[in-house]
């Protein structure tokens, strides 16, 4: 079965500084995995997504992720945060089976101070 | 390139009652999927359409149903409601159910 959690229900940071959201999964195969984001009453936005081509995936906004197997993590991270980053974050893996459903974690709300 | 778009935006019902939410999926897209998020979870995996069949479904009881229409748009509906149905819910688009979806903005549902 696919799963995620997600380290951290809340994660606050200074603007201008790295931001770290933690994410470990569990699978039995080789997995697709994704961040999703969703700020206040708006839908969920894609951020990136990883399917073995580079442990290192690289999303939008300044954002990537990279995938260790041998930790079976996945974390989110962005050097330098902007007050428009503050939102919920959700790490996301796929079922890979034939509907391809996704399994959220409980997600991340990112607070950034000014 | 047009997005999905759901609607209504928000959804006042009481319990027992019949609701139908609609979802037109981004432009080229024929696959579905439907997710319920309760207040402060994560969204829950309702049941996807492909081709206006149902392709794979969650751990929803059988008053939510769906359909999907020729032009991919589809519609879940929800009877007998109840309380815990209060939730955003969320419907994402998809190319021959790839699991890189994107999301409508959602619609609210607030069961009183």
């Known amino acids: 079965a696919q799963s995620v959690t997600q380290l951290d229900s809340h994660v606050s940071v200074s603007e201008g500084t790295p931001v770290l959201l933690r994410c470990n999964y569990s699978?039995?195969?080789?997995?697709?995995l994704f961040w999703y984001v969703q700020h206040p009453n708006k839908g969920l936005q894609l951020l990136l997504k990883?399917?073995?081509?580079?442990?290192l995936v690289k999303g939008i906004n300044g954002f990537e992720a990279e995938f260790k197997k041998s930790e079976t993590s996945f974390h989110l991270t962005k050097p330098s945060a902007h007050m428009s980053d503050a939102a919920e974050y959700f790490c996301v893996v796929s079922d890979q089976t034939g509907a391809n459903n996704l399994f959220f974690g409980t997600g991340t709300r990112l607070t950034v101070i000014p | 390139e047009t997005g999905v778009t759901q609607s209504p935006t928000h959804l006042i019902k009481t319990r027992g009652q019949q609701v139908t939410l609609r979802c037109s999926s981004q432009s080229g897209h024929n696959t579905v999927s439907w997710y319920q998020q309760a207040l402060g979870q994560g969204p829950q995996f309702i049941f996807q359409y492909y081709r206006e069949e149902e392709n794979g479904r969650g751990n929803f009881p059988p008053r939510f149903s769906g359909l999907q229409f020729p032009n991919y748009s589809s519609e879940l509906n929800v009877n007998a409601l109840e309380l815990d149905d209060s939730a955003l819910y969320l419907c994402?688009?998809?190319?021959?159910?790839?699991?890189?979806?994107?999301f409508g903005p959602g619609t609210r549902l607030t069961v009183l």
């Open positions: 990883y399917t073995s081509a580079a442990t």
């Open positions: 994402a688009s998809s190319l021959d159910h790839t699991d890189t979806q994107y």
């Open positions: 699978s039995s195969y080789s997995p697709s």
